[in-house]
């Protein structure tokens, strides 16, 4: 059963429909023999100027593969992805490329949830500001309270010397009336 599809990143779900549908985009990216990563033609015209504007609405390959990257999908080593083009180690794979990740399987689509875009530098920047921020509103708020103790410790410290009377605050009597008469 497929998780709900608001679950799933827009560009997760893109990708898993087209590669869903090899007899309509075979000829532009497909999956491996194992299902366990994809292969894409990116130099086909057909990818860039009508499946791409289609289904992501731009015609960017760089923009494409920025998105890979974002959601942490690995390329295929050279001799890998030419062991699944079945071509041989001399051949050219300047247009293809292979693509992998370990939460994209052709026959599983109960980890596609989990895939989420890696933060930006500007996000993660901002995540650390605002936990610092409040690393040091806590260490603040800390110490107004322990100065806080403090003042009022000197203040019933300086009743008890003023007053000297007075039991100190933290003083019990522990005195006992002796027993009266018998009855």
Known sequence: MMPGPSKIKPFISKLTALLSEPELYRDCLVWDQTGSSFILSHSNPRFLHDVLPKSFGHSNLQSFTRQLNVYDFKRLPLPELLEK???????????????????????????????????????????????????????????????????????????????????????????????GPPR
């Open 85 to 179: 083009l079945d071509l041989g180690p001399t051949a050219s794979t300047v247009e293809y490329s292979g693509w992998y990740h370990p939460s994209f399987k052709r026959d599983d689509v109960s980890l596609l949830a989990t895939m989420t875009p890696r933060p930006s530098r500007a996000r993660l920047q901002k995540k650390i500001e605002k936990q610092e921020r409040l690393e040091k509103q806590r260490r603040d708020a800390v110490e107004q309270h322990q100065s806080q103790l403090q003042q009022q410790a000197m203040q019933h410290q300086q009743q008890h010397l003023s007053h000297p009377h007075l039991p100190h605050p933290g003083y019990q009597n522990t005195y006992h009336q002796p027993p």
